[in-house]
Nanobody, 122 residues
Framework: QVQLVESGGGSVQPGGSLRLSCAAPLSIFSIGAVGWYRQAPGNQRELVAA???????YYADSVKGRFTISRDNAKHTVYLQMNSLKPEDTAVYYC????????????????WGQGTQVTVSS
């Protein structure tokens, strides 16, 4: 069983910043991919950003230039730094991981965290 431990999230005003963290087991962190999906009410689930074991990254067009995904190999943790947040970034953000190091938007990652709420509002 793959357990992903998320932290971060919360409420922030437009233009603000938040950082999400996701700790993953070494077995999947060292060979696969870890990323963040989000889902807002009435919207489809969206892959926001992901990073592979070789540090290849993916970003959705909607967050490019504002969000940065990174990894700390010593802590088996992936971070999502979210800057210049907009109201449309409001959603539940889910950490997800997969043993495959291939990042694709046509197949969702196999393992999921419990989700954390991000609210951007004035």
């Amino acid at each position: 069983q793959v357990q992903l431990v998320e932290s971060g999230g919360g409420s922030v005003q437009p233009g603000g910043s938040l950082r999400l963290s996701c700790a993953a087991p070494l077995s999947i962190f060292s060979i696969g991919a870890v990323g963040w999906y989000r889902q807002a009410p009435g919207n489809q689930r969206e892959l926001v950003a992901a990073i592979t074991s070789r540090s290849t990254t993916y970003y959705a067009d909607s967050v490019k230039g504002r969000f940065t995904i990174s990894r700390d190999n010593a802590k088996h943790t992936v971070y999502l730094q979210m800057n210049s947040l907009k109201p449309e970034d409001t959603a539940v953000y889910y950490c997800a991981a997969d043993y495959s190091p291939i990042i694709t938007t046509t197949r969702v990652f196999a393992y999921w965290g419990q989700g954390t709420q991000v609210t951007v509002s004035s």
